[in-house]
């Protein structure tokens, strides 16, 4: 049974493959991409139950033993991502269709779509630094593939920009994978972890620092405070099923490798470290929430609003106790559903009114009333309302604050939520209310097709808020085995 | 020997950045194509040069070299190849559009 594994990597790879075969015949592409992406959510759906019934599994590539081979660990915060990415791509996958042109979808849309979604899964699943590299540069290369889908101007000078910042930062990864070999001569996450351990106190100073160099290389990835400055305009200009795609996946694998190499390998120096992340949080969170207010492109607000909830995230890692790390990983995965929604719903409401400028819109809801009520439910689960995901996550990170005795980071935290919620808020006061607009679409079906994948996303959001009692449990399950590390250890160096 | 290539990788980081920093695109795509040359130069270094010693522990073999560092430049030269090619692609696709090779007049505007 261990080779299920490799699942959530192998089939989104397969079916990149055949998809690849008829680019021209979108009659055929579409619904065997839909198809595809039904059937591996069910298979996700399988293999997480048997995650979270029979205990995590972990595949040594080839029959190496670890550390000689690659290991792929779905462990219990893992395989959670991974569902959590199938289920955004299979919301996005119904998606495009409608949101795209045939010409965007023709030119292999659906390949790279099925190779971002492997990387992605790979990133998450990998037990090995230098084999993150290697899927942070398959999601790279299937995004670089995304990003210039449409070859408009401003967005190929805005991938231009993304690119580099990416490949700049993906070589300081390579440096710094380096550099831990040198000092433990391993690349395995849990034996580099072992062997970091057994370092004497006095040197591990070095430790201390290679964290921090690979911590900037994933913040570069996840847009932390001072790192984020690529991000809106290049995640703004491509078309809002890919901005989703990115929104919700790109950076919440950047966030994910913090929160894996800071849980298990460097813990010995947290005054340093984790305090380090407290203060970027909170700086990330103003940086990205005054963004967010200084617009009126409405696909920009919500871009930004991607800023903060990093600095959400990361705020959680850097407590480092278990309510801040459960609230971290509620706020990961609910996050990623609630960006992927809003992102498609902004590109329904860009349809809808014809523009992205705020100031040119009004009384879109009298058009479209279920596309401004379910953008009414994203602002509230966003910003953290009761009873909605979003407010479950704050108040466990609030509550892990104030148990560390955190004043001014749960202050912040909780004025740039109120912020968050200014900005989301605005979009609907401006755009869905008021005196109808001239200018609306000529094509309401067009407007209702979108609004589909974004009502189940939206559903799925409010679940995980209304039904946090039967979810929260797991989560639970999830901070107390991070921070007891050694059940990673031994089940990937058991062999 | 370590600190020779050291060095070398250094002066290869240095050039590397200076020529990001630089206007013209070109110098842009060159600069990163000289670090990554550095950075692959680095990861041989960090797993102790040998001369004369095969990569491979077999039988009677007491002095080997470590095969693991020449894998992942292996696998690090193939990743970076192909985004070069591909930031090549771009580049000159950018350029046709924008009709400016500035990083300058890159910034865009406001009103798009």
Redesign the interface.
């Known amino acids: 049974m261990n080779n299920l594994a490799i699942l959530p990597i192998i089939l989104p790879i397969l079916a990149s493959v055949i998809v690849a075969f008829f680019p021209g015949k979108l009659n055929i592409v579409r619904p065997l991409s839909k198809i595809f992406m039904v059937v591996f959510l069910g298979v996700m759906l399988f293999i997480t139950f048997k995650v979270y019934s029979d205990g995590m599994i972990v595949l040594q590539g080839g029959g190496w033993d670890a550390p000689f081979g690659i290991s792929l660990v779905l462990d219990y915060l893992s395989i959670i991502l991974v569902l959590t990415t199938y289920v955004i791509a299979t919301a996005a996958v119904f998606y495009a269709p409608h949101s795209l042109s045939d010409q965007q979808e023709k030119f292999y849309f659906y390949t790279f779509f099925f190779l971002l979604i492997s990387g992605v899964s790979g990133a998450f699943i990998t037990g090995d630094l230098?084999n993150l590299?290697?899927f942070f540069?398959v999601l790279?290369?299937a995004s670089?593939g995304l990003i210039?889908l449409g070859?408009g101007?401003?967005q190929?000078?805005?991938?231009?920009k993304y690119?580099?910042i990416n490949?700049?930062s993906?070589?300081?990864f390579?440096?710094t994978?380096?550099?831990i070999?040198?000092l433990v001569g391993t690349?395995n996450m849990a034996h580099i972890a072992e062997r970091v351990d057994s370092i004497p106190a006095e040197d591990q100073g070095i430790v201390t620092v290679i964290g921090i160099l690979l911590f900037f290389v994933f913040a570069v990835k996840a847009a932390i405070f001072p790192l984020y400055y690529w991000l809106p305009?290049s995640y703004v200009v491509p078309n809002p099923v890919v901005s989703a795609l990115f929104g919700a996946l790109l950076t919440k694998v950047g966030i994910y490798s913090i929160f894996r190499v800071f849980t298990l390998i460097f813990v010995h120096d947290t005054g340093v470290t984790h305090q380090l992340f407290i203060w970027l949080a909170m700086l990330t969170m103003i940086f990205g929430v005054i963004g967010a207010l200084s617009t009126n492109n409405v696909k920009l607000i919500i871009t930004y609003n991607i800023i903060p909830a990093i600095g959400f995230i990361l705020m959680g890692i850097g407590l480092f106790n278990e309510d801040g790390l459960s609230g971290s990983i509620y706020y990961l995965m609910h996050d990623m559903v609630i960006k992927a929604a809003l992102f498609l719903l902004i590109g329904a409401l860009i349809v809808a009114a014809g523009t992205k400028d705020l100031s040119q819109m009004s009384g879109v809801i009298q058009r479209f009333p279920l596309l401004g009520w379910l953008f009414f439910i994203g602002s509230l689960v966003l910003a953290g309302i009761p009873p909605f995901s979003g407010f479950i996550g704050k108040l466990l990170l609030l509550r892990g604050a104030l148990d560390q005795g955190e004043i001014l980071l749960t202050v912040v935290a909780l004025l740039s939520s109120l912020l968050i919620l200014l900005s989301m808020i605005r979009i609907f006061i401006r755009g869905f209310w008021g005196e109808k607009m001239e200018g609306m679409t000529t094509n309401p079906s067009k407007v209702h097709a979108l609004t589909i994948p974004a009502t189940f996303l939206i559903s799925i959001s409010i679940y995980l808020g209304v039904g946090a009692e039967t979810v929260l449990p797991y989560i639970d399950q999830i901070s107390s085995y991070l921070l007891e590390r050694t059940e990673y250890i031994s089940s990937v160096l058991k062999g | 020997m370590e600190i020779i290539m050291i060095v070398l990788a250094a002066i290869l980081f240095a050039t590397g950045v200076y020529n990001i920093l630089q206007k013209q695109l070109l110098r842009i795509v060159i600069g990163t194509v000289l670090i990554s040359h550095g950075a692959h130069l680095f990861i041989l270094t960090m797993g102790k040069l040998k001369r004369g010693a095969p990569p491979v522990e077999v039988y009677g073999v007491t002095e080997y070299a470590d095969p693991l560092p020449q894998a992942l430049i292996l696998t690090s030269i193939v990743i970076s190849f192909g985004v070069t090619s591909f930031l090549l692609v771009l580049a000159y696709r950018a350029y046709k559009l924008n009709q400016t090779d500035n990083m300058e007049k890159m910034r865009g505007s406001e009103h798009e």
């Open positions: 230098f590299f290697v540069e790279l290369m670089y210039v070859n101007k401003a190929l000078r805005e991938s231009l690119v580099l490949l700049f993906s070589m300081l390579v440096t994978v380096a550099f070999y040198s690349v305009n």
